[in-house]
């Protein structure tokens, strides 16, 4: 059986999940952990016992012989890692979002258009397996007509990477693109958006409390998302029509449990006990296994997260935000041509 080499290029927190997943897949083989700060680099070497640790990326492109990088750089700077594996023609694996502004995205996806390889962002929330679930629900008509979601993720701490702190979008940016990614998989692209933001935090350049609604000709789709200072968190997802609902309530990150459940008028259909943390890693090791499945087969244009499909959901965040900016409701004719106003 073929193993796929390849490099996780950033070893802050968020890469013990990718590299848990990866680690699951016998035929992936990580040969390089490549981080600026090598003690990073070094603490995710149990995950990846027979990887090299490198400190510059280029000569990690230069000495392995890499079949995909996995990127996990902060977004300003994705464009220039992905490009750079683009000369050597590998496979590439992008963490959401594409890059902090939608004109540079736009830019990165066209330059990708056509390339053989796999082009993929890294956005897994859709892989939560009680979100499939429901995904398939939804295609079933479970939910009969005239649904309505609203979808809360209020985390109870601020971020303490120093790159989110300096970001000039904040939570709705950062996190709330999971959740916006969520209602594409759903329902596809929304006609209108109407947000507010709120900055309440002294350590935050951007906001920390987003309120998002998206329409669609008959549904409605309601997203809370925030960086609390402190307090409880609040966090669901709630699908209801008029035949059916689902219900989750939990975490959509890490930690602690949580239960799922469908309700067919009165009946209820299912009841399930689960663990948000669990969740969120499976979710990883989903994304990767398609990825990796694609990458054998050669397939890599039928990836779920591509660039193209991606970009839809950042276009619908950015677009919430300059509805935020401007107070006004801002139709969406077109995510390839939002107009960007002063955003740009």
Same mark, same amino acid.
Request: aromatic share 10%; hydrophobic share 35%; glycine share 8%.
């Given at each position: ?57 280029? !000569? ?8 995909? @990088? ?6 300003? @700077? ?5 490009? !750079? $594996? ?18 540079? $995205? /736009? ?14 962002? /890294? ?25 309505? @979601? ?42 209108? =958006?109407?947000?507010?933001? /709120? ?5 935050? =350049?951007?906001?920390?409390? $987003? ?81 990796? !499945? ?8 039928? @990836? ?12 619908? =965040? ?27």
């Amino acid at each position: 059986m073929k193993k796929l080499k390849g490099a996780v290029v950033g070893c802050g927190m968020i890469s013990k999940y990718h590299l848990m997943g990866w680690q699951r897949l016998e035929n992936v083989e990580i040969k390089a952990l490549v981080s600026r700060n090598t003690d990073n680099a070094k603490k995710r070497i149990e995950f990846a016992p027979g990887a090299t640790i490198y400190s510059d990326y280029l !000569e990690a492109l230069e000495k392995e012989d890499l079949d995909f @990088v996995d990127i996990l750089t902060p977004p300003h @700077v994705h464009a220039w890692y992905c490009l !750079e $594996a683009k000369k050597r023609g590998i496979h590439i694996i992008c963490q959401k979002p594409i890059t902090d502004n939608l004109d540079d $995205a /736009h830019t990165l996806v066209n330059v990708f258009e056509g390339y053989d390889k796999l082009f993929a962002i /890294h956005e897994n929330h859709r892989y939560r397996p009680w979100f499939t679930d429901m995904q398939q629900k939804l295609k079933e008509g479970f939910f009969g007509e005239k649904h309505y @979601v609203h979808i809360q993720q209020l985390n109870p701490s601020e971020p303490d990477v120093a790159y989110k702190l300096a970001m000039k979008e904040g939570v709705l940016l950062e996190h709330g693109t999971h959740l916006v990614d969520m209602t594409h998989a759903l329902f596809g692209t929304p006609l209108r =958006t109407y947000a507010r933001l /709120h900055h309440m935090s002294k350590k935050l =350049t951007g906001e920390n409390f $987003a309120h998002v609604m998206f329409e669609y000709p008959e549904t409605t789709v309601c997203i809370d998302v925030g960086w609390k200072p402190g307090g409880v968190q609040q966090a669901s997802f709630l699908l209801t029509g008029d035949e059916g609902e689902a219900y989750y309530q939990g975490s959509m990150v890490r930690g602690g449990d949580s239960r799922y459940r469908l309700m067919n008028g009165k009946e209820v259909v299912l009841d399930e006990q689960r663990n948000s943390a669990d969740d969120y890693v499976e979710s990883f090791y989903l994304f990767e296994k398609e990825c990796t !499945e694609l990458m054998l087969n050669g397939n890599v244009h039928q @990836v779920t997260q591509s660039g193209a499909e991606n970009i839809k959901s950042l276009a619908s =965040t950015f677009a919430a935000y300059e509805s935020a900016y401007t107070s006004s409701i801002m139709e969406i004719k077109s995510l390839e041509k939002v107009n960007l106003g002063i955003l740009k």
